[in-house]
């Protein structure tokens, strides 16, 4: 595949179908790799809307571009980045959160006060 990407002014029926034909796969074998039903595929080709992102995420991970590259044919870096992330694995187990207010100047005095 070439390393730069193309861009798009017809959105995801464009840019899928380019990612399919650059990587020599059909709608079948994309069902297949992610699990998204031909016919749903054969829809977003056709021009149809999408309806579930989740199945959108899916295919840009299968080709390995951003979910924007996929859904509106534009090239942003930075989102590549953070999309190639396995943000999956990354929160696993348990997680302790804890959010306070900060507040600067006499109010933060306000709030010690209260504190006490």
Do not use: C
């Amino acid at each position: 595949m070439n390393n730069e990407l193309p861009t798009f002014a017809g959105g995801m029926p464009r840019v899928l179908r380019f990612l399919l034909d650059e990587h020599h796969q059909t709608v079948a074998d994309l069902s297949r790799a992610t699990g998204i039903p031909r016919q749903t595929l054969s829809a977003w080709l056709s021009g149809r809307k999408i309806q579930d992102l989740h199945d959108a995420r899916k295919i840009a991970r299968h080709f390995k571009v951003s979910f924007e590259y996929l859904v509106f044919g534009e090239v942003d870096g930075v989102t590549g980045l953070i999309e190639a992330l396995p943000l999956e694995k990354m929160f696993e187990g348990l997680l302790r959160v804890k959010i306070e207010r900060v507040v600067h100047g006499s109010n933060a005095r306000d709030i010690d006060k209260a504190k006490n």
